[in-house]
């Protein structure tokens, strides 16, 4: 059983920079992957980025360039570094982990709103 909790919403100005993190509690297994999604209002949620066990990271085209996506394992926790922040990014934030068979767990989820 893995238990997600994130932390670091909050409001900012575009251009902006805000750093989430989600920390785990529970084993954290080597296969694995771990990843941030993000919901607005009215939309289906989508993947930002994702992380293995391995340290391989993926983003999606619309944050490239703009977030970075890392893990410190000793803490069991992963971090979301966003920076160049848009209004388009305005949306609820989720932590995922899963390690690709019987463990798929989430986040409640911490809103991030870009706002003048």
């Known amino acids: 059983q893995v238990r997600l909790v994130e932390y670091g919403g909050g409001l900012v100005q575009p251009g902006g920079s805000l750093t989430l993190s989600c920390a785990a509690s529970?084993?954290?297994?080597?296969?694995?992957?771990m990843g941030w999604y993000r919901q607005a209002p009215g939309k289906e949620r989508e993947l930002v980025a994702t992380?293995?066990?391995?340290?391989?990271?993926n983003y999606a085209d619309s944050v490239k360039g703009r977030f970075t996506i890392s893990s410190d394992n000793a803490k069991k926790t992963v971090y979301l570094q966003m920076n160049s922040l848009e209004p388009e990014d305005t949306a609820v934030y989720y932590c995922?982990?899963?390690?690709?068979?019987?463990?798929?767990?989430w986040g409640q989820g911490t809103q991030v709103t870009v706002s003048s």
């Open positions: 992380i293995t066990g391995g340290g391989t990271t």
């Open positions: 529970g084993p954290i297994f080597s296969t694995r992957v």
């Open positions: 995922r982990y899963s390690n690709y068979r019987s463990i798929d767990s």
